[in-house]
C-alpha cells in the first residue's frame, strides 16, 4: 500500500500583506489620483490578499516625469561602478528576504512553494547579480568603447513568473544606465510591490525605479507616452501587436516577448525515463503558464506507445493542490479569466476529434484548478496544436522521420523554443540548426540562466533578454537580434 503524504505547508506568518497599497512614484508611496484601488486574490483560495491602487493618464504622467528626473540628474551620471553597488544591494536583499518572497509570490499568483522557492527566487537574485556585473563592464560588452543607455523604459509584465519577469527587465536596465518605470499584471501586483521595499531599502536614488499598478489601461497609457524611451512587454502577441503598432513611427526602442507553442520532440533512441522527465517539466511546471512550455509532445511512432503509457504512469504521482503545501507539483490556475479560456480551448480540442486523458485527482472546493491533461489524436489542424494554451494541457503528436519532426515543429505562427531528446549529437545539432525558435534545449527542457540570451522568432516577438545580447536591448546601439 502506498504510503499517503503528511501535510508539509509553508508558513505565510513571514509575510506582512498591507491591506493597501499606493503607487510607488519618485521613491515613495503615493494615493493614485483617481482615488481607485482594485482587490488581488490568491487564486488558490479565492481569499482577497490587498487592495492596490489603479494608476490613470496622471499617475502614469507622475511616474514618467520622476523616471526622467532621476534619469537626468541621477543615474545617466553615476558611474557604472556605483551603479552596481546599488544593484548587488539590491540582489542581496533579494536572497535575504527570499523565502518571505517566495511565499508572497505563490498566495498571489498560485504556484507551488517549491518552484517559487527553488526557480524563481533563486534566478531573480541571480539575474540582478550577473547585471549588477555588467555595469562597471560595458565598455567590453561588444557595443563599442563608450555604449550609452537610452533613457526612460516603460516595462510591462505578465503574471506567470511575476518577480522573475520583473528582474528580466529591471536588471539589465539599471546597469545599461536607464531608469524604469514598471507596470506588473493586474492579477500578481504584490510581490512587484515587496521590489519597491527593496529598492527603498537598498537606497536606491528616487525616481530610477517606479512601479504603477492598474489593468491593462494603465499599461497601454505607459507604453503610448510621449517622454519614454524604450518599451519592453512580455505577454500575449495580440497585446504585442497592439504595443508594436502603437510605438511604430516613434523613436522608441522595442522588445516583445509574446506566445509560444514549443514542440517538445522524443526521437525513438531517448533515454525514455529522462525524457518522460522533461516532457512532466516541460508543461505541468508552472501549470503550463510558461511562454516557452513544451506544449506540443512530438513523439517518433516506435516509441509512442511505451512513452504514453510511461507518461500517463508519472502523471498519476503528481500532487495537484495548496500551493503552500512544500509537496505539491501542481498549484492553481492563476485566474478565473485564465481557467475558463483553458476550458474553452480543451472543448474544442475533444469537440475537433481528439482524445482528452487526465489521472484522477481530488480538484479543491475553492479556487481555480485545472487537472494536468493529455490529448492524443491530435492533427495539426486542432486548435490545441496550433493556439498557445497556457494550461496544463500537453498535444500529442507523432513523427515517422528527423525531416517530419522539422516539418511539424515548424509548423507554427510562434517560435519561442523547442526540444530534442536523443542520444546522437550529430542529430541535435542538425535539429537545431532546423528549428524556427529562439532557444532550443538538448535532452532537458525550461532551463534558464541569466548568462543565456532569451527570446524568439515570429510571433513570439523579437530582441533578446538575458546575456551579452540582451544587454544590447537597453543601450543606444543596434539591436543584436
Ligand atoms: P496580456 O498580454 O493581456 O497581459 C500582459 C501584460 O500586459 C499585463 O500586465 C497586462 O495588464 C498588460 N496589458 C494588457 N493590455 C495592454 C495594452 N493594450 N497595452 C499595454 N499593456 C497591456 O495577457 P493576459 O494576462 O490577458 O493573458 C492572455 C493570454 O496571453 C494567456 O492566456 C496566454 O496565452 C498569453 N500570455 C502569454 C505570456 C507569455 O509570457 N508569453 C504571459 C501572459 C499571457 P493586465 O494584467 O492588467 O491585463
Redesign the pocket.
Known amino acids: 500500500m502506498p504510503f499517503d503524504y503528511a501535510p508539509a505547508p509553508e508558513s505565510r506568518s513571514i509575510v506582512d500583506i498591507e491591506s493597501n497599497y499606493g503607487l510607488f512614484i519618485g521613491g515613495s508611496f503615493s494615493e493614485p489620483t483617481s482615488g481607485e484601488f482594485f482587490k488581488t486574490i490568491n487564486p488558490a483560495t479565492e481569499e482577497v490578499l490587498s487592495e492596490v491602487a489603479e494608476a490613470g493618464q496622471a499617475d502614469v504622467d507622475a511616474a514618467v516625469a520622476a523616471a526622467r528626473r532621476a534619469y537626468d540628474k541621477t543615474w545617466s551620471k553615476m558611474s557604472g561602478k556605483d551603479r552596481a553597488k546599488y544593484i548587488f544591494r539590491i540582489a542581496r536583499l533579494i536572497q535575504e528576504r527570499s523565502r518571505e518572497l517566495a511565499v508572497l509570490e505563490t498566495l498571489d499568483n498560485g504556484k507551488p512553494i517549491r518552484e517559487s522557492r527553488d526557480a524563481d527566487l533563486p534566478l531573480v537574485a541571480a539575474h540582478f547579480f550577473y547585471h549588477a556585473g555588467w555595469a562597471d563592464k560595458l565598455e567590453f560588452a561588444g557595443y563599442g568603447p563608450d555604449p550609452k543607455s537610452l533613457g526612460v523604459a516603460a516595462q ?5 513568473f511575476p518577480l522573475l ?1 520583473l528582474a528580466w527587465k529591471v536588471a539589465p536596465a539599471l546597469a545599461c544606465g536607464n531608469t524604469v518605470v514598471l ?5 500578481t501586483p504584490l510581490t512587484a510591490l515587496a521590489f519597491a521595499d527593496i529598492c527603498q531599502q537598498a537606497g536606491l536614488p528616487p525616481g530610477v525605479v517606479n512601479i504603477i499598478t ?7 497609457m ?2 503610448e507616452h510621449p517622454d519614454v524611451d524604450k518599451v519592453a ?8 501587436k ?2 508594436q503598432r ?1 510605438v511604430a513611427g516613434t523613436k522608441k526602442k522595442l522588445t516583445l ?4 507553442k514549443a514542440a517538445n520532440i522524443v526521437f525513438d533512441d531517448a533515454p525514455i525515463d529522462q525524457a518522460i522527465e522533461g516532457i512532466v517539466n516541460g508543461i505541468y511546471f508552472n501549470q503550463g ?3 516557452c512550455a513544451g506544449s506540443r509532445l512530438l513523439l517518433q511512432e516506435s516509441v509512442a506507445d511505451e512513452a504514453l503509457a510511461s507518461l500517463k504512469r508519472r502523471l498519476t504521482t503528481l500532487r495537484l493542490g495548496d500551493p503552500l503545501d512544500k509537496n505539491t507539483d501542481i498549484g492553481a490556475i492563476n485566474s478565473s ?2 481557467l475558463s ?1 483553458i476550458e474553452e480551448l480543451t472543448a474544442s480540442g475533444e469537440a475537433e476529434g481528439a482524445e482528452r486523458w487526465s489521472p484522477t485527482c481530488a480538484i479543491p472546493d475553492k479556487g481555480f484548478w485545472f487537472p494536468p491533461t493529455v490529448f492524443t489524436n491530435v492533427t495539426q489542424a486542432h486548435r490545441i496544436a496550433r493556439e ?3 494550461g496544463p494541457v500537453l498535444s500529442v503528436l507523432t513523427f515517422r522521420t528527423p525531416e517530419e519532426a522539422v516539418a511539424k515543429a515548424n509548423n507554427t505562427p510562434f517560435g ?1 523554443s523547442a526540444g530534442i531528446w536523443t542520444e546522437k549529437g550529430s542529430r541535435i545539432l542538425w535539429m537545431a540548426n532546423q528549428m524556427r525558435a529562439g532557444i532550443v534545449w538538448a535532452n532537458t527542457f525550461n532551463r534558464f540562466d541569466p548568462t543565456s540570451p532569451f527570446g524568439g522568432f515570429k510571433e ?1 516577438g523579437f530582441g533578446r533578454e538575458g546575456g551579452v545580447q540582451g544587454l544590447g536591448a537597453y543601450l543606444n546601439v543596434e539591436d543584436p537580434s
Not at 510591462?156 to 506567470?160: D, G, K, L, T
Not at 512587454?233 to 504585442?240: A, I, K, L, N, W
Not at 516577448?257 to 509560444?260: M, P
Open positions: 510591462v509584465i505578465p503574471w506567470n519577469m507596470k506588473p499584471a493586474e492579477t492598474g489593468a491593462g489601461e494603465t499599461g497601454r505607459l507604453v512587454f512580455t505577454g500575449s502577441t495580440e497585446v504585442g497592439a504595443i502603437a516577448e509574446l506566445g509560444g503558464h510558461v511562454c479569466m485564465q479560456k498557445e494554451i497556457f519561442l513570439s
